[in-house]
Structures are given as structure tokens and as C-alpha cells.
């Protein structure tokens, strides 16, 4: 597994299964078009490429081309990079019959083909590096009462709508957001001034 300080935007979810068997990043999914509709998803998106910096890596296909299109339409450039895998074709082993242009997507790719692209594209690699500052943990969420409690439930979705983040995040994609944007102690800050505003 090899850690990469950008985030990655894939198309669907079996992609990002295949990418996340490989890179250590934080991985979005596109849910394919659906992101032309998913604007709460689009600003998630645009605020991880301004902290993080954004890979779009879809497949390379014409629908592939539409997304990454889009992306990149609503994202400054600056903060952009593009992961291309070449045209290879064939079909994915969970498919009975190749997809429209007959070639493999991000699913069906190599490892060694997927570490290539992101290094083609400039992805900034974290071989040999120090160990990053100590993360938001589930343990974290669970002493805020974000989970595990009574009331977590409805504290994560006025957490989620403070923060102006996707209201149908699931906890652990809500963790992996404030990984991403917040560190431990900007999320108490978050938490005490949500409690502050009902108090």
C-alpha cells in the first residue's frame, strides 16, 4: 500500500475498491453522471482539492471524459491533477460483457498500471516519509458523542449541515471528510459550538 497526499475522485464504487487495495488517499466516487446533479458532493469535492489537492482519475472512456470534463469545470485548475490509464481492451471479471467502447476501466487495471498513472500525473507520494500527525479517530468520535450515543445521530447531522458537508454522509465517510479538512482539535472546536448555539 502506498500513501499519496492527494485525494482521488474515481467514478464508482468498484473502482474505488480497487484503488483503495493500493493507495493509502483519501477516494471519492463520482457515482458515475450522478455528480451532475450532487452539488452538496461538488463542493466536498472542491473543498478537499483546495486542502488536498484532487486527482481525477477516471476511465477513458467518452462517459470518462464527460466527468472528468465536469470536474474540471467546477474546480480551479490549480488544484487539479489528471491520472490517464491507457486503452486496454477487454472487460471487468464482475461484467458479462465489456462496457460501450469494448475498453477496461480504473476497475480493471493492474496495480502496477494504477501506480504508474498516478505517478504520471503527479500524484505526490509518501514513500519513506514521517508518520502524519495523529488523525481523527472513531474513538475521537465516539468521546464527542458523534457515535455510539443516544443522540449521536442527530448531533452528526447538525455537525454535518454546520459544516456544510453532504447531509447523506455515513459515519465513516463523515470521518474520512474530517480527516481530510479538520484536525482533532478544530473538530472540538466545531462540536463545542454546536452545543454552544443550543445551549
Same mark, same amino acid.
Given at each position: 500500500?502506498?500513501?499519496?497526499?492527494?485525494?482521488?475522485?474515481?467514478?464508482?464504487?468498484?473502482?474505488?475498491?480497487?484503488?483503495?487495495?493500493?493507495?493509502?488517499?483519501?477516494?471519492?466516487? $463520482?457515482?458515475?453522471?450522478?455528480?451532475?446533479?450532487?452539488?452538496?458532493?461538488?463542493?466536498?469535492?472542491?473543498?478537499?482539492?483546495?486542502?488536498?489537492?484532487?486527482?481525477? *482519475? $477516471?476511465?477513458?472512456?467518452?462517459?470518462?471524459?464527460?466527468?472528468?470534463?465536469?470536474?474540471?469545470? @467546477?474546480? &480551479?485548475?490549480?488544484?487539479?491533477?489528471?491520472?490517464?490509464?491507457?486503452?486496454? &481492451?477487454?472487460?471487468?471479471?464482475?461484467?458479462?460483457?465489456?462496457?460501450?467502447?469494448?475498453?477496461?476501466?480504473?476497475?480493471?487495471?493492474?496495480?502496477?498500471?494504477?501506480?504508474?498513472?498516478?505517478?504520471?500525473?503527479?500524484?505526490? *507520494?509518501?514513500?519513506?516519509?514521517?508518520?502524519?500527525?495523529?488523525?481523527?479517530?472513531?474513538?475521537?468520535?465516539?468521546?464527542?458523542?458523534?457515535?455510539?450515543?443516544?443522540?449521536?445521530?442527530?448531533?452528526?447531522?447538525?455537525?454535518?449541515?454546520?459544516? +456544510?458537508?453532504?447531509?447523506?454522509?455515513?459515519?465513516? @465517510?463523515?470521518?474520512?471528510?474530517?480527516?481530510?479538512?479538520?484536525?482533532? +482539535?478544530?473538530?472540538?472546536?466545531?462540536?463545542?459550538?454546536?452545543? $454552544?448555539?443550543?445551549?
Amino acid at each position: 500500500m502506498v500513501k499519496i497526499r492527494e485525494a482521488i475522485v474515481v467514478e464508482g464504487r468498484y473502482d474505488k475498491n480497487t484503488l483503495s487495495q493500493i493507495v493509502d488517499a483519501p477516494i471519492f466516487q $463520482t457515482d458515475g453522471f450522478g455528480i451532475f446533479r450532487d452539488r452538496e458532493k461538488m463542493r466536498l469535492l472542491r473543498r478537499a482539492a483546495e486542502r488536498l489537492g484532487l486527482i481525477i *482519475f $477516471t476511465d477513458s472512456d467518452g462517459a470518462g471524459f464527460v466527468i472528468r470534463n465536469h470536474i474540471k469545470s @467546477a474546480i &480551479p485548475e490549480k488544484y487539479l491533477k489528471h491520472a490517464y490509464i491507457p486503452d486496454i &481492451p477487454g472487460k471487468e471479471k464482475r461484467k458479462s460483457a465489456p462496457g460501450k467502447e469494448g475498453k477496461l476501466g480504473v476497475e480493471g487495471m493492474k496495480p502496477e498500471i494504477i501506480l504508474e498513472a498516478l505517478r504520471r500525473a503527479g500524484a505526490t *507520494f509518501d514513500e519513506g516519509q514521517a508518520p502524519a500527525a495523529r488523525g481523527i479517530t472513531k474513538q475521537d468520535m465516539m468521546e464527542l458523542g458523534l457515535s455510539g450515543g443516544p443522540d449521536s445521530s442527530a448531533k452528526r447531522k447538525k455537525l454535518i449541515k454546520a459544516l +456544510d458537508f453532504p447531509e447523506h454522509l455515513s459515519a465513516n @465517510a463523515l470521518l474520512q471528510a474530517l480527516n481530510m479538512l479538520y484536525s482533532l +482539535d478544530e473538530l472540538k472546536a466545531a462540536v463545542a459550538a454546536l452545543e $454552544t448555539d443550543n445551549g
